[in-house]
């Protein structure tokens, strides 16, 4: 029975026993970005969220991981289309990250998209401590980090770097201080139960990534 099942396992892999369905249309868009990063930077940071170098950085750490050397006869996607299907997919939420979806930008097939994505997150994260920097509270780094949280929030959150947002609740109305930042992607105004860290460490090293010591 054992010689049975394994037999039944490998037909199904092995042979077609469906009629298959035409494959749905893509354009692919991935050979833009070689355009965007010479001439629309913008439109590169709007696509993947990182700036043309920090792409290129991002590229150089992970490069050499064994997880994108593969045994069989079916070569893995380039390193650099499987980090900006990465990136596009983390860099974006809800309807916009669906495997389907970046399929269709990427021109790749679904299992693809699922595959790219684990492969670079076991890259990053077996090298935490390249992309995760914790120099001197007095650095230059972080005095720009500070500035950079001002400016989004306001003079009291510029120390508070990583928060955990949580359920939202509704406000009746606009609050009369800082009104705008209570404004919410789902065209409201809203509070957030949210943990905040105020660090006394924090860094933006050379890949453009964050990091901190909470106090």
């Not at 170098?53 to 490069?63: E, G, P, R």
């Not at 069989?72 to 979806?101: M, W």
């Amino acid at each position: 029975m054992d010689a049975i099942q394994a037999l039944c396992d490998e037909t199904k892999r092995a042979r077609v026993l469906n009629q298959l369905q035409e494959r749905p249309l893509c354009a692919p868009q991935l050979h833009l970005l070689e355009h965007f990063t010479k001439f629309h930077p913008h439109l590169f940071r709007k696509k993947l969220h990182v700036d043309p170098a920090v792409f290129n950085c991002i590229l150089d750490h992970i490069s050499d991981h064994p997880i994108f050397q593969s045994r069989s006869n079916n070569l893995q996607l380039p390193v650099a289309v499987q980090l900006a299907i990465f990136l596009n997919r983390t860099g974006h939420y809800r309807n916009a990250i669906s495997p389907e979806d970046i399929g269709q930008w990427a021109g790749v097939s679904v299992g693809s998209v699922i595959n790219c994505t684990h492969r670079v997150m076991v890259a990053i994260l077996d090298q935490h401590n390249e992309f995760i920097g914790i120099p001197c509270a007095a650095s230059k780094d972080a005095e720009e980090v500070r500035k950079f949280v001002e400016e989004c929030t306001c003079h009291g959150w510029q120390g508070g770097i990583f928060a955990a947002d949580g359920t939202t609740i509704n406000l009746h109305k606009k609050p009369s201080i800082y009104g705008e930042t209570f404004y919410d992607r789902k065209s409201r105004y809203s509070l957030n139960c949210q943990v905040c860290y105020t660090c006394s460490y924090i860094s933006v090293n050379s890949c453009g990534t964050v990091g901190c010591y909470a106090t």
